[in-house]
């Protein structure tokens, strides 16, 4: 019989810009010698010491080397968890080993992928090994997906509990957002730019709202992609630019958890622009500065700074109608991203029940994540 895991969750790339800030809040939230055994992993063992001393975290917390270029130290990386939290993107060039290893050791994994079309490859090739080993393969895990994830999932419990069955439209809306991307994130989409201008096919993924449901292809999906006037919200709405990984999440989950929401179920997710004549301007909420390089990001005060609200409304097939929201306290991207994260991959390592798989964020962990986004993480979900 293989030996246990010595470690419950290791976060590797700790020494990344949201590496770093996923370290810093388990060490905040749960210290050291406490009901979690957690290290800090990286390629760099001096850049690893540097980080731990200037967040203070405890040096009883093991620092530990492993690179994507050595496959051997990714295997024992991976070996040594129950729960991997994985910072290091862009995925598509750094992270298709990890989920490999991941699916065959049958240990959890967690990101903060943004990258549809790598999301899709690694589906095609890791879903089932994954499943048969128990490893629950978890992407997206910041601010892309989970509050719209787990927003619809929120609203589709309270839609069950008060209209007596699931709504089979929602309207995704970002009322409110003030953050700005950092130089990870930056490189991501470029990255994931650049491998569709060498691989067009990868276009039709990009643009296909059902990428990540396998053979399952449910109906015609608004556009997003102009400003239009709505009036059973009496606003104007604008494209969002995280619509295009949330939306693939959100038919995922449905389709993962036996289409809850129904066959024929619509979703999509805008940017409210104001009632005026006019559609007006989210104003600096969604900052995307290309110069950013990967370790740059907001500061402390900026990420204290942001928030975001974002509200889903949703309309069952006889009329009626729910609303809710999702809250959060700090910048999306990365004061809260940091947070979520950081709490998703808790949430794996004590709810161990659901299947293995390559998985989205509500089947996966469902109303416990709810729960400790609310108790940890600085989130709000409300029916309004």
């Known amino acids: 019989m293989a030996d246990s895991p010595k470690f419950d969750l290791v976060v590797y790339g700790a020494t990344g810009f949201t590496g770093q800030l996923i370290c810093e809040h388990?060490?905040?939230?749960?210290?050291?010698?406490?009901?979690?055994?957690?290290?800090?992993?990286?390629?760099?063992?001096?850049?690893?010491?540097?980080?731990?001393?200037?967040?203070?975290?405890?040096?009883?917390?093991?620092?530990?080397?492993?690179?994507t270029t050595d496959q051997?130290?990714?295997n024992t990386l991976v070996s040594s968890t129950k729960v991997l939290i994985s910072a290091v993107g862009p995925y598509q060039q750094y992270g298709s080993d990890v989920v490999k290893a991941c699916a065959e050791h049958g240990t959890d994994y967690v990101d903060l992928c943004g990258e549809p079309a790598w999301m899709h490859e690694m589906i095609g090739k890791?879903?089932?090994?994954?499943?048969?080993?128990?490893?629950?393969?978890?992407?997206?895990c910041g601010f892309d997906s989970i509050p719209f994830d787990m927003g619809v999932y929120f609203l589709q419990q309270a839609a069950q509990q008060q209209l007596g069955g699931p709504v089979s439209r929602i309207k995704c809306r970002v009322r409110d957002l003030?953050?700005?991307?950092?130089?990870?994130?930056?490189?991501?989409?470029?990255?994931?730019?650049?491998?569709?201008?060498?691989?067009?096919?990868?276009?039709?993924?990009?643009?296909?709202?059902?990428?990540?449901?396998?053979?399952?292809?449910?109906?015609?999906?608004?556009?997003?992609?102009?400003?239009?006037?709505?009036?059973?919200?009496?606003?104007?709405?604008g494209p969002f630019i995280m619509a295009m990984i949330n939306t693939k999440n959100v038919h995922r989950s449905n389709y993962l958890l036996g289409?809850?929401?129904?066959?024929?179920?619509?979703?999509?997710?805008?940017?409210?622009?104001?009632?005026?004549?006019?559609?007006?301007?989210?104003?600096?909420?969604?900052?995307?500065?290309?110069?950013?390089?990967?370790?740059?990001g907001p500061s402390k005060a900026q990420r204290e700074a942001g928030l975001y609200d974002i509200v889903f409304y949703g309309t069952a097939s006889d009329g009626q109608t729910i609303q809710a929201s999702v809250k959060g306290d700090l910048d999306p991207g990365y004061g809260s991203t940091s947070k979520i994260i950081a709490e998703a991959g808790i949430c794996l390592l004590e709810n161990t029940t659901t299947e293995g798989g390559c998985l989205t964020s509500a089947?996966?962990?469902?109303?416990?994540?709810?729960?400790?986004?609310?108790?940890?993480?600085?989130?709000?979900?409300?029916?309004?």
């Open 178 to 237: 003030n953050g700005m991307a950092s130089g990870g994130t930056v490189a991501s989409f470029m990255a994931t730019m650049a491998a569709a201008k060498e691989s067009p096919e990868l276009f039709h993924v990009l643009g296909n709202p059902f990428a990540l449901t396998a053979d399952f292809k449910g109906p015609e999906q608004p556009a997003g992609d102009k400003p239009i006037f709505e009036d059973d919200i009496n606003s104007w709405s």
């Open 259 to 296: 289409h809850q929401y129904g066959e024929n179920f619509v979703y999509d997710e805008m940017v409210l622009m104001g009632s005026g004549k006019e559609p007006a301007s989210l104003g600096e909420g969604m900052g995307f500065d290309t110069s950013l390089k990967p370790g740059e």
């Open 126 to 140: 890791y879903h089932a090994i994954a499943k048969s080993n128990g490893a629950r393969i978890v992407f997206s």
């Open 26 to 67: 388990l060490n905040l939230t749960y210290g050291v010698n406490g009901d979690i055994n957690w290290a800090m992993a990286g390629r760099s063992q001096s850049k690893l010491e540097q980080v731990r001393d200037e967040l203070g975290v405890d040096s009883s917390v093991e620092l530990l080397v492993a690179d």
């Open 72 to 74: 051997a130290s990714v």
């Open 363 to 384: 089947p996966a962990m469902g109303s416990a994540l709810i729960e400790r986004l609310q108790n940890k993480a600085g989130l709000i979900f409300s029916v309004e």
